[in-house]
């Protein structure tokens, strides 16, 4: 037979295709073809597999190397031609879309002081989360928030942003997590440039979190018909707070120790519609049990150091590291420190998984949860 | 005619009921009265008035006329056989249901350190407000709160809930809130003794806050499916803090200067179905519009010192005092002082009016807003 | 003691208020009265009952009883003058508020070929189901429905509606049923009469049946966004016609046979918010289970005879006759035929016990689940 | 420069990435590789497009091309190698992932009088519309349903579900629809073949139409707490009946004519978290405008013929036929008969689109709304 084959995913399996090529179905195959169609059965176990296999890969993007390549970026490009001064995350697995893993897209933005981004929206949602320096902003909608270290902030699909640092700030480097890749798989991606370039400031500095972040407290006028949260920025004082108090009066997580989701305050859901994020302390000391869930998540070490072991691959992390989870990796945390705590900001596809009725959770049962780490 | 006049309701007005006593109707009401039944002809323009006509009058508690009394019943009556040592507010419109206003019954009760109410559940809701002293605690279905001046906390329909003052406190005086004539009213109300009289703390204390008081943080693992809020308490610090800070960024309302509900933070929604609860804070020299709307509000003093204006009558409060605005009647609020703000709580049944579809709001449109203050 | 006694609710349960009358307390409750102030031992038991005891009693209205009465009426006075024709229920134990059980009005309302009455609207919510004529229509908002017998019609709160008969119709006699008492207890009741005392029918004839009344299927451009079902018409044929296919596929409730609810087709939800409505069919024979629940029920019979136990209170019904069970009592209910299935329709205020947290229910567990019937 | 250039991308547009590749640049980018790293601005303007340009393109299957071979499928492989007996529709643009438009998996799937699939469950949704033969069944979750042409079925994520012929039927085709290729790229598919092979029917036939499908009717006890409908089977008869009485109500939709969509009755929402569907008509002579909107469609023609231009390109269909209309791809659509209606059944992901707030819709503006048809 000189024609191509199309037996090479059966199975032996009572309930799947298990059919193998004969000079007759290789025929009726190329007839098929003519008319834009296919026969299921030569294609049905791959397209049906018995659970999930990522294309993504476990990376760890080490801030120590990244960051001296963040600041030449500065020197050879201006915001002006370059749009945002980005270095992306580029997951082995994932070249294709530009994701840093699943659908999601991630880069490290810098801003020296007294620059500022053009304004634009687009149909991608967006967060930052800030790493260093003193003086970054954003404006989304008019809402102009001021940002330090650890603050995570949200310009969610269709708003109007742009990014800045004052004048008397210092260079300010951040994490930016988009929904790019997904948006883009759904066909769906739109984007405007500002008509002015830039947006005004309408309302007072920081009134989205002044208005929105007050403890189980809402304002009675508060108006609010976005699909979005209209918390905007969640600062890092407050959050690690709220973590340290929730640590003495729980057990955590077996596999994640303490972990609180960011969430619109309206209604206790996600952030945004596509998009979840958490932060999350590990106690001094603290290694998790070993599970796997389906969606995609995106880590940085806000504080501390420890590893992490991601499909039997053990990656060590410190401050300002990123690393990511593939779906349906096994994965577990581990503090490396006796006596201090360590944080993990996380941003996820959860979400999505949930909307769609796809979120799956697995223990790991073998070993007393523990993964072997592969040499 | 000898007969009981059935026409005392007549108005001249087209679509309404205008129909004369006669003999012969005379005769046909009271045969109709043999069956359960009669004309509505007769009742129509009672039953359906043109607007709400409140049964509760404006009344102003005196914190200064109440404080011995509550006190008194220390030496008056037990715990033990009174229940509950609680001196009740008693609307002079509202005494057949024992109400404060609308259908919100409230009292103040007091407790010595080391007394300890036996535990009960009933399909009534209820929230306390801690007006003063050192100790006091309520435990809820488990979980033990510890409370101060100004914290306010829920013991939601059907929870196991008691109260008590720790042996090193100080006598302790709180408002109880319940929706007891409402639940009457709705022939729904059960009553259960705990079969061991006090119930065991099984959670560590203050854990409801901790967990649940995070400002828009959720616990990853928090799991809630009651239709009241998990937060069971919410402390005046973090409260009187939200409203300093949501003041910077807001010009208010008309009506009511900075006003903010506490919610469950789960959904944005009120705290329990029936009941609804707010922070109010009136900046130095505010003095709001009048409007009306629908709906039994209940207000304490909880800082500063004032007045209200309703349906016409001026309300000197100070802090401490309770003053209750009932249904559709025109109110305002003023602060007395120039410098310094004053903050009312309140409780309400609100979740009803916007449950069933009840609710109505109109500004005072005369006399740039304020009322005519009657002699 | 000359004074009023205080202590006639006591009772010698732990937990429970038990405090004797003295001189000292007397004079202390006299104290209490000056300043609008009670003491609440003295009514908590009271106030707190163990469980509901509904203010209603059982009431079976005979339509060969009422026929005639409100048929009289049409001689008696006109609509101009009347407002409405309607002889309305009154139970015994509800006369204060002219409610037919608990918080629900209902009345008999008769009009004459080419009548016509004045449109209004209201905060209270009406229903109609339509028990004799032909020629009956409704219009609510410029929908206009046409009404057959066993036929069940929605005039909302706040809806512009008016009833008449066509002039090539029959004297048409139907039900109404109000939530007037409820609205009126929560203070929230407005009338309006419609300025041009008529409202244009502005939709094509029984538009909102033929849009919404579709099996799980909904206008792709249907946009709505009221508390209240679009689908102002249930037909009878289709409703009887479905509890008939249902009737083969289930055993049904052992309390109610089948049971189905009418619903707003857009959330499954009731068709209002303050009151909802079913009809239920009683098969060849059969004779439910008792139970009791809260919420306050009012029935009638669209087809067939038999009998209910309600609180041991023995009611045999016919077709159009119309009954009530009040909250908490006991109920069951049988079809006399053995040949010919029963049906009953229903309103009710579930929605508000549903909204407020207040739907408790008990099986019978004596006898077999059936009431021992009284004298 | 001997590097591979990464200035393909460039645009001349303020706000937008417009960086010329230099050596320095070059070796940057090289540099940024080694660590799974890029420099965005190299990628930006291709992974931020201005609008969606979808991969799918327009196709027309005629079932005139694909019955024989459907038909000759029978011949050529049992069920039991084949799994399923299905040919599927390979959209050009999407051979990748192996669908028909989108992420949407489409095939015709035949089965003989007395064949019956092995039972599965996998984590993707699916529907089946039938398109000729009588004895059609399908199980889900033990619950048997009976088909005939024009019903519309489902097998919702994770549901054992079966189909079979019954003995006494005659050969039937039916379309599958899947959202494989959509749980797949979410990196979320589970598969598992049932341990008997076949499940148990376990209620009455047809039940789930019984129960769930009475016009704004619903069971008191029904019971539903699954993210997807309860209502498994839509029938041809009553849904052609409601498009014809909508249809006497409504001007229709300039761009769809009388479009409805089967809803889950439980909350009128999508009967599947990820695929809604719907059915239109096309009144006689009808010629829709033409207009544009995310999210990918699938229609089988259910009656009737007609054509549609889709992006310019004219298809024109006859009953049965397939063909689908890519996300923000113009499309009009016309009944070719002026004295019968055309019926359009179709399947789509909208309810990805509308849970992730990615839809957007814009009517065509120029030529009156009628596309300009492409040689």
Chains 1, 2, 3, 4 share one sequence.
Request: charged share 20%.
């Amino acid at each position: 037979m000189s024609k191509i084959a199309h037996d090479q995913y059966r199975e032996g399996v009572a309930g799947r295709a298990d059919v193998a090529d004969t000079p007759e179905l290789l025929s009726y195959y190329e007839e098929l073809e003519k008319f834009e169609t296919g026969a299921l059965w030569t294609v049905a176990n791959k397209i049906e597999p018995w659970q999930p296999k990522s294309a993504s890969v476990p990376v760890l993007w080490r801030y120590r190397d990244l960051r001296e390549h963040v600041l030449r970026s500065v020197a050879l490009v201006t915001p002006e031609k370059a749009g945002r001064r980005v270095i992306y995350l580029n997951n082995p697995g994932r070249r294709d879309v530009s994701a840093a893993v699943g659908w999601l897209y991630s880069g490290l933005q810098v801003m020296h002081p007294g620059e500022l981004a053009s304004a634009h929206a687009h149909s991608a949602s967006a967060l930052r989360f800030i790493m260093e320096g003193r003086g970054a902003y954003t404006i989304v909608d008019g809402h102009k928030m001021t940002l330090g270290a650890n603050d995570f902030v949200l310009t969610p699909n269709g708003t109007w942003h742009e990014h800045g640092v004052s004048d008397d700030g210092t260079p300010c480097i951040w994490q930016d997590g988009l929904d790019i890749p997904l948006v883009n798989a759904m066909e769906a991606g739109f984007y405007v440039v500002h008509p002015e370039l830039n947006q005004a400031v309408t309302h007072p500095v920081d009134d989205s979190t002044a208005t929105w972040a007050a403890p189980a407290l809402r304002p009675h006028d508060g108006k609010w018909n976005k699909a979005y949260s209209p918390l905007f920025k969640y600062e890092w004082a407050p959050t690690y707070e709220s973590l340290l108090r929730y640590a003495k009066v729980t057990d955590g997580s077996p596999f994640d120790g303490i972990l609180m989701n960011y969430v619109n305050p309206l209604n206790g859901g996600p952030v945004m519609p596509t998009m979840g994020a958490s932060m999350q302390l590990l106690r001094p000391g603290e290694h998790t049990q070993a599970h796997r869930h389906t969606g995609s998540f995106l880590y940085q070490v806000a504080k501390g150091s420890g590893f992490s072991v991601i499909n039997g691959k053990r990656l060590d992390w410190y401050e300002r590291d990123i690393f990511c989870v593939p779906s349906w990796a096994f994965h577990e945390h581990a503090n490396a420190s006796a006596t201090e705590d360590a944080c993990l900001f996380c941003f996820n596809d959860m979400p999505v998984m949930n909307a769609l009725g796809l979120y799956r959770e697995e223990a790991l049962a073998d070993n007393g949860g523990r993964q072997a780490v592969l040499a």
